[in-house]
């Protein structure tokens, strides 16, 4: 008995029963792939939707029977896997026996998937294309809920689509080529679509928006629709009696404030109903722009648009009940009936089937400088407030602040210098830090005129500002305003005390509360449906609340969830290098050792160089975290040449005394003398108090070779500069000055590896970045990158070693002899 049928026999007697046993399963090799609809009349009527795959018929009941209508979705239950004989089967199943009743061909005909049809059964999205008798073009099978029972079938939009189609009754219309070439009036059009399923209800007066939840991964699993992120305003637009009125998130009329597009909008005389979306300014690229949109209130420039995400009511139905396929079903009816060029758009949708899709669709939007995405569940309600069926992903980190002050200008600088920001915290304003850039002339001068207004005597900020004289000398240094504007900020990332770093002003937000800016933490994605929530690609995460580091609290699931999201980046600063771990198994509390080779058979993902370990893939990261791994320390040459090295490191290590600005200046002064020599160093933190440079040569010279030159390196440094540098590694030596450490350059020595996690505490993370970064200001040592922003931080910087293939160097006999070696 060949399994996949075994299902399908057990309920049934074949001495009984006209309908096949079926033979051996055999997949016809290029024949068209078979479907077959059956009408069947048992205890209730139903339609079983059957398509042949892998030599058995993949089947679903259907209760309502197919619709050609696309704003039509039929709830299809996924019953057992028929023989492909049962698709010519016809007749009745005698009483008493299983499925007892009437079975009809209602349609027929070939089938042919969109892409690979196991992966989309698996991922719960099957596109497809039927050619039968009655059902023709575009399908797709979406999977709902949480086993695999329960799906929808719908037809897609083409020319094969029937409006208000229905199995059981006759045949409707087609639909037009073009459904807006087939509307006279919008209203009319409207009014004439078939009454949405929804409660019957009167239009609100009001509505609270559904939020989206900070996430820092996308979410697992099928089931999600992915939306572009806007730069505009959240805004709800209500109809009535043909007029449109524009709501803020938090209930305020701006209606007045953006009468043109209100305007515009009425024009459209739609039916009564509540379309949620986001109010923008698109430029010339077609990319939403947020000072183009401030522009654009302030009467300068520009027109608005309404992107419409979602439809909770519409003509007379309250929809909120409904999954968000199908308001977003109706939304696209409704737009698909209006002419080109208006102000109502539909959001940007993708096509994503699963978590590690969402991730490539995120990194993609971000290279192509979206501010983000929202990703939603398809299967879930119109829910007020904010929850975690909504999630959005952001490039940057960005977020609004409240204004507490300004400083005066310096320089060329007219109007104000700086403004000083902060958060609500318990009921009062906590300092945040200071925005410097980002503001063009004229938004000085009408930022200013505003600033002035609100001055006021007294600080508006809870405590001390950190910096005493930071901000100049003098009564007129500082001015405090009364905290009730809100800007947008941009940021890089924030200090271990929460302060803003390479903060950029992006807009006034004029549509959220000052009182209510309290800031947005990151949470953890949701789990896919069905599944555990403490599984990494493959890998199953045991104890996943251990907590391994603190300040913050950081668990082990968190580790995993940081390699994860980082796997693209870390990646490649792995593979084909043999490597060093550090384990923590309890934690950083307890014992850590580091280990260099592993016993007994490997773990997915990693493999054997003699007695040495090299990362394969992924999974053999996530395997490691498993294993309480914090740490990848990797040698400096790669395979197939592991005894060549391919690069030289030097790293910085300071004394306990040294200030971040001498540290800074000493990653400098040699990258200079590196340089001299004909080498190119780039930069990279190492999650400590140092800095490692690591200048990329071609493996041509031994180990000893290139730890000679290492070390030669170093003392000509310790000899020029003695008050800054010493390359001798006792303690005594170190006071005051920044050891210069070569020996991470001989044969089996190791140094960490880019993007890897430190066992220390605030999760660091040891971080390239570009010699621009390297500020005396900005202090990048310990946990300025940690876990929790470096993969953001990395999206924000780019790639600052894009050129480190192109900079290999050689080393020979005159860039040896400069170091007298």
């Not at 055999?26 to 024949?31: C, E, M, T």
């Not at 490539?360 to 929202?374: H, M, P, T, V």
């Not at 470096?790 to 006999?813: C, I, N």
């Amino acid at each position: 008995m060949s399994e996949p049928l075994a299902q399908y026999r057990r309920k049934r007697d074949f001495t009984g029963t006209r309908e096949p046993a079926g033979k051996a399963l055999q997949a016809r090799a290029g024949s068209p792939l078979s479907f077959v609809v059956q009408r069947h009349q048992a205890r209730a009527l139903h339609y079983d939707f059957r398509l042949e795959l892998d030599g058995v018929l993949v089947s679903w009941a259907v209760p309502k029977g197919p619709s050609r209508d696309p704003d039509v979705k039929r709830l299809a239950i996924k019953v057992e896997d028929h023989p492909v004989e049962y698709g010519k089967f016809e007749g009745d199943i005698p009483k008493g026996h299983y499925g007892a009743g009437h079975v009809d061909i209602w349609d027929s005909g070939t089938w042919t998937p969109d892409g690979d049809p196991r992966r989309g059964l698996a991922s719960g999205h099957l596109r497809f294309t039927l050619r039968g008798g009655t059902l023709q073009g575009a399908w797709a099978l979406l999977r709902l809920g949480k086993d695999d029972k329960q799906w929808l079938l719908r037809k897609l939009d083409d020319e094969a689509a029937v409006e208000g189609d229905d199995a059981e009754a006759s045949p409707g219309r087609r639909k037009p080529a073009s459904a807006k070439a087939a509307k006279t009036t919008t209203k009319a059009a409207a009014s004439a679509r078939p009454a949405p399923a929804g409660r019957r209800a009167s239009l609100p007066a009001a509505l609270v928006p559904q939020l989206a939840t900070l996430v820092d991964a996308p979410p697992q699993g099928p089931g999600w629709s992915y939306e572009v992120k806007y730069d505009g305003y959240r805004i709800l637009c209500r109809f009535q009696h043909g007029r449109a009125r524009l709501v803020s998130r938090s209930g305020k009329d701006w209606t007045e404030r953006m009468a043109p597009l209100a305007d515009a909008l009425s024009a459209l005389d739609l039916p009564d109903g509540w379309m949620d979306g986001e109010v923008v300014c698109l430029d010339e690229r077609g990319l939403s722009d947020f000072q183009l949109l401030q522009n654009a209130l302030d009467g300068r420039t520009g027109d608005l648009s309404f992107m419409a995400f979602d439809l909770p009511y519409w003509d007379g139905a309250d929809l909120r009940r409904l999954p968000l396929s199908e308001r977003q079903s109706r939304l696209e009816a409704v737009l698909a009936a209006l002419p080109e060029g208006g102000p109502l758009l539909m959001t940007q949708r993708l096509e994503v089937a699963d978590g590690t899709e969402g991730r490539a669709a995120w990194a993609e939007a971000c290279r192509l400088s979206l501010e983000g995405l929202i990703c939603k569940r398809l299967d879930a309600p119109y829910v007020a407030g904010r929850g975690t069926a909504w999630l959005k992903l952001k490039c940057r980190p960005r977020q609004e602040y409240v204004i507490g002050g300004y400083t005066s200008p310096s320089g060329s600088r007219a109007h104000f210098g700086a403004l000083l920001v902060g958060l609500r915290k318990d009921g009062k304003l906590a300092y945040a830090g200071r925005v410097g850039t980002g503001f063009t002339a004229a938004t000085l001068a009408s930022l200013h005129k505003k600033l002035r207004a609100l001055e006021t005597a007294a600080s508006p900020f809870g405590g001390e500002l950190p910096g005493p004289g930071r901000y100049g000398r003098g009564p007129a240094a500082v001015h405090w305003v009364q905290p009730e504007l809100v800007a947008e900020i941009r940021y890089a990332s924030l200090t271990q005390d929460g302060l803003l770093r390479q903060a950029s002003f992006v807009g006034l937000r004029e549509d959220k509360p000052a009182d209510e800016v309290s800031g947005e933490n990151t949470a953890d994605p949701p789990a896919p449906s069905g599944a555990r929530g403490d599984r990494v690609g493959n890998t199953l995460i045991t104890h996943p609340r251990r907590v391994i580091m603190h300040d913050p609290d950081t668990s082990k699931l968190d580790l995993a969830r940081y390699y994860e999201a980082a796997g693209p980046l870390i990646l490649p600063h792995l593979q084909g290098r043999r490597i060093a771990l550090l384990r923590c198994p309890d934690g950083t509390d307890a014992t850590c050792f580091f280990q260099k080779h592993i016993g007994g058979e490997l773990p997915d993902g990693l493999e054997r160089d003699g007695e040495h370990l090299l990362i394969r893939s992924i999974e053999g990261v996530f395997a490691m975290a498993q294993r309480g791994v914090i740490e990848f320390h990797t040698w400096g040459a790669k395979e197939p040449r592991p005894d060549e090295p391919d690069r030289i490191t030097i790293d910085l290590d300071p004394g306990p005394d040294v200030p971040w600005k001498a540290v800074a200046e000493g990653a400098q002064l040699a990258r200079g003398l590196m340089e001299e020599i004909g080498l190119a160093p780039f930069l990279k933190t190492t999650g400590g108090k140092g800095l490692h440079l690591v200048a990329p040569i071609r493996p041509t010279q031994s180990w000893d070779t290139v730890k000679g030159l290492a070390h030669a390196l170093a003392n000509e440094l310790a000899r020029v500069i003695p008050e800054r540098f010493t390359s001798n590694m006792s303690k005594v030596r170190r006071q005051g000055r920044i050891f210069v450490d070569y020996l991470r350059n001989g044969n089996g020595a190791t140094a960490i590896a880019a993007y890897s996690a430190r066992a220390r505490a605030g999760a660091p993370v040891s971080m390239p970045v570009g010699w621009d970064v390297l500020e005396p200001g900005r202090d990048l040592r310990g946990a300025a990158y940690n876990i929790r922003n470096a993969v953001a931080a990395a999206r924000e910087l780019g790639d600052p070693w894009r050129g480190y293939e192109a900079a290999r160097k050689t080393v020979g006999p005159r860039m040896l002899k400069k170091l007298g070696l």
